[in-house]
């Protein structure tokens, strides 16, 4: 469901309110989002770990039974086929980024956020997408209201408090 400040993009494309967005922002922020594993989540790293060590393995295996015959000489005829893979280099830093997020416990996401003001009186923050970052949300100052909406947005305000 599309959130009310945006209400006004709702028959444009994906792209179309991005770019909206973008023009429309009066604030960006980089925003870091933290998501936390849940213990099947966990679970699946580790498995996902350990077969990646396994093939890290093999694959050293191999390679060191092809550098020692023709390093050290062989008196056996070897026939080797290289499996398909990605290779110990990029293996091993998948493991390594497996491990760092399992001891976090959670995988950081950055992302830009931009802050649209609406009529209620409030500054909005979205990402590119359109999903609201409701921790961000904030109400507009007076200065900002008169800013963004025009003079007389506010002395309606000061006229109410004025009159009693």
């Known amino acids: ?3 009310h400040a945006l209400e006004s993009t709702e028959t444009m494309t994906i792209e ?3 770019q909206w967005i973008k023009d429309a922002a009066r604030e960006t922020y980089t925003h870091t989002k933290q998501e936390f594993f849940t213990e099947d989540e966990l679970a699946e790293k580790h498995r996902q770990s350990t077969d990646y060590t396994r093939e890290i393995i ?4 191999t390679k060191k039974l092809i550098m020692d015959a023709f390093t050290k000489g062989n008196e056996n005829e070897y026939e080797v086929s290289i499996p398909q893979t990605l290779g110990i280099k990029h293996l091993t830093e998948m493991r390594d980024r497996l491990v760092r997020q399992v001891d976090k416990g959670f995988e950081e996401t950055t992302l830009n956020i931009y802050g649209i003001p609406h009529e209620d009186g409030n500054m909005y923050f979205f990402d590119i997408e359109g999903n609201i970052i409701a921790e961000r949300t904030r109400s507009l ?3 900002e209201k008169r800013e963004i909406f025009g003079l007389f947005i506010g002395e309606t305000e000061v006229r109410i408090v004025s009159n009693n």
Do not use: E, F, V
């Open 58 to 61: 093999r694959l050293s295996d």
């Open 141 to 143: 100052s007076i200065r």
């Open 1 to 3: 469901m599309l959130h």
């Open 16 to 18: 179309a309110r991005a």
